[in-house]
C-alpha cells in the first residue's frame, strides 16, 4: 500500500516537476541576453510570475493530498487489524465499537452447534433476519431458509465448550434450542440485542428504532 502510494506520487510529481526547470532556464536566458525592450521584459516577467505563482500551488495541493494519502493509509490500516484480530488486546489500545442496541435486522456469519452422540461440532454459516425469523442461507443456496423463529423467544449468554461469545436462543415454546457464537465481542453483543428487540416484536413497529430506544 505506501509502495503504491509512492508511485502515484512519483506520477504526479512528473505532471508539474519539469516546469521548475524550465522556468529557471527562462530566466537564466532573460538574465544573459538582456532581452528587448521594458515592454517585452515586463510581458515574460509576468508570465513567469503567473507561472511561479501556479506551480506553488501545484506543490501545496501535491502536499496537502499526500497528507490525505497517508490519513487515509492509517485509517485502512486501523480498520484492517479487526479484520485479522476481531478482539484486539488492551495492550493494541484499539477504542471499542460501538454496540447499535436499537436494530431489528441483522446478518453476518455465524458459529451454530450440532451434537451427534455425545460430541458436539461447530459450524460456520451465514445468518440473517428477515421479520421475526432467523434464516440461514449456505454458501450453495440461492435464498436463505428459516433456522428458527425469533418471536417471543428468549436469549441467554451462556459459556460453552470453551467458546467465547456464545449464547442460547430458546423458541418460544421452549421446544428448540440453539447455540451461536459471534466472530467477536461487538458482532455478539449486537446479536444478542438485536434478538432481543425482534422477540419483544419491535419489527412490527411503524419506526422500529425509536421503539427499541424506549
Not at 28 to 45: A, L
Amino acid at each position: 500500500m505506501v509502495y503504491c502510494n509512492f508511485l502515484n506520487n512519483l506520477q504526479e510529481k512528473k505532471k508539474w516537476g519539469i516546469l521548475r526547470p524550465v522556468i529557471s532556464f527562462l530566466q537564466s536566458e532573460i538574465g544573459y541576453f538582456q532581452m528587448g525592450s521594458e515592454i517585452c521584459k515586463k510581458d515574460i516577467g509576468e508570465t513567469l510570475t503567473k507561472l511561479n505563482e501556479n506551480l506553488t500551488k501545484l506543490e501545496e495541493q501535491a502536499r496537502e493530498n499526500r497528507d490525505l494519502d497517508v490519513e487515509r493509509m492509517d485509517r485502512l490500516d486501523a480498520g484492517s487489524t479487526r479484520s485479522y484480530i476481531p478482539d484486539p488486546p488492551s495492550s493494541m489500545d484499539f477504542p471499542d465499537l460501538a454496540v447499535d442496541r436499537s436494530r431489528t435486522q441483522i446478518s453476518g456469519y455465524l458459529f451454530y452447534r450440532s451434537r451427534g452422540g455425545l460430541l458436539s461440532q461447530w459450524h460456520r454459516s451465514y445468518f440473517f433476519t428477515q421479520g421475526g425469523n432467523l434464516m440461514q442461507q449456505s454458501k450453495r443456496e440461492v435464498a436463505g431458509q428459516l433456522f428458527l423463529d425469533l418471536d417471543a423467544c428468549t436469549v441467554d449468554r451462556i459459556d460453552t465448550d470453551d467458546r467465547r461469545n456464545a449464547f442460547q436462543v430458546t423458541s418460544s415454546d421452549s421446544r428448540r434450542v440453539v447455540v451461536l457464537q459471534g466472530e467477536s465481542k461487538h458482532q455478539y453483543e449486537e446479536w444478542m440485542a438485536t434478538i432481543g428487540n425482534i422477540s419483544a416484536g419491535l419489527y412490527l413497529h411503524d419506526d422500529p428504532q425509536a421503539a427499541a430506544v424506549e
